[in-house]
């Protein structure tokens, strides 16, 4: 239960704010508007406050909770079932970790770059009608 909760809690602290961070910078030097880490956090801050940087926090909390139980408990179980050593039990847990994590990270991403901001489910809904269940998945080999 600590694994999970550790989880949601590096969500809320690191993963939402500077995953929004970086989201909007990149935004910004596409349009050619000033960019960097102070004109970002005040662009956010400016036009929608504190909530700008939690935009896609409910799968972000998710994708990190679902993660490190994946690779912490799932390391653990492959050195004692399978007897192998930290590098091979922690290869095996965080490519198991990444196929359970990709789809919500791509909804996240999905709900962090969109303007009209959707709920979760008209997201998830909206991704699912685009290209199925490989909408999810899409570009995977990047993160593995």
């Known amino acids: ?20 961070s970086i989201v909007k910078d990149l935004r910004l030097k596409s349009e050619k508007k000033p960019a960097g880490s102070i004109n970002t956090v005040r ?8 909530r700008g ?8 909390m998710l994708r990190e909770a679902i993660y490190t139980w ?23 847990a965080g490519s198991i970790a990444t196929l359970f994590s990709q789809p ?9 770059n969109r303007v009209p901001r959707r709920s ?5 809904k909206m991704m699912y009608a ?9 570009r995977f080999y990047f993160r593995w």
């Open 130 to 138: 685009e290209d199925s269940i490989g909408r999810f998945y899409r």
């Open 104 to 112: 919500i990270d791509t909804l996240a991403t999905h709900m962090q």
């Open 53 to 60: 940087f939690y935009i896609g926090l409910s799968p972000l």
């Open 120 to 124: 979760m489910w008209d997201c998830i």
């Open 70 to 92: 994946a690779v912490f408990s799932g390391k653990g179980s492959f050195q004692k079932r399978f007897g192998w050593n930290d590098a091979q039990a922690s290869i095996a």
């Open 43 to 50: 662009y956010i801050y400016n036009t929608q406050g504190w």
């Open 1 to 20: 239960m600590a694994t999970f909760s550790s989880g949601i809690l590096a969500a809320m602290m690191v993963s939402a704010p500077v995953g929004n």
